[in-house]
């Protein structure tokens, strides 16, 4: 007897041989699924011999590959200043990853989205932002557990808060009309950190006009001040 098969995903052995009166012979079949797409493979396999043929029929499948999750990063450090950052959520396997975030989530961490289904390779981009209003002055860690039907990942955030504090400078910091001139200006400036809140208090003299009493300057910014006068009135 003889088997001559012509899928290469069989591995079968032996594939010939002698059998006496009333014996047998005893053949081992391999399956190879590696390479081959996903799907159901049916073939007959055929046995020749010199006694008449025959054949065997075998079906297997390969299976879809199982979902896998994955991120784009581990750790996000906002720092002092960072506000947003994005967290790629992929499936990095086959067939449907269904993933869910399903921490306590701070009161001062905001997830866009804590929950989702991704097809094979497909990516969600989850956007992680981060509120320092009201908050004291320290460091804040928040530890986002992600679990999957492709497994479980952590993301841990981390942010910072700093008490910001203005500065102001004011130049020039005196005006001479002298016996001419009418109008000037003079530049508040905020050389500090936090945002500065100004204000020019009452009491202002009638023959003495100011363009602008009150404001505020985030870091870094300036504002310039006219001051006029009406000498008629003195």
């Known amino acids: 007897w003889s088997i001559n098969a012509s899928q290469n995903w069989l591995k079968i052995s032996p594939i010939n041989g002698e059998i006496g009166f009333e014996g047998n012979s005893i053949v081992t079949i391999n399956i190879v699924r590696q390479g081959l797409d996903v799907g159901k493979y049916t073939y007959a396999i055929p046995i020749l011999s010199n006694g008449g043929n025959g054949s065997v029929n075998v079906t297997m499948i390969v299976p879809e590959p199982a979902p896998l999750l994955s991120v784009s990063n581990n750790t996000y450090d906002f720092g002092t200043s960072v506000t947003e950052n994005s967290l790629n959520i992929k499936n990095n396997g086959g067939g449907t990853l269904t993933w869910n975030i399903n921490s ?129 009135m003195l």
């Open 104 to 232: 306590t989530i701070p009161g001062w961490l905001k997830i866009s989205q804590t929950k989702g289904e991704l097809l094979a390779g497909n990516t969600s981009s989850v956007v992680i932002s981060v509120n320092r209003n009201d908050m004291k002055e320290g460091i804040y860690k928040a530890d986002l557990s992600i679990t999957s039907n492709g497994g479980n990942l952590s993301i841990i955030v981390t942010m910072t808060v700093k008490n910001l504090i203005p500065l102001m400078s004011v130049s020039p910091t005196s005006l001479n009309f002298d016996s001419e001139n009418t109008e000037k200006t003079f530049t508040i400036s905020n050389n500090g950190e936090g945002p500065l809140s100004w204000e020019i208090k009452p009491d202002i003299p009638e023959w003495l006009n100011i363009s602008q009493t009150n404001g505020e300057l985030k870091s870094g910014e300036k504002v310039s001040v006219k001051l006029s006068i009406n000498k008629e």
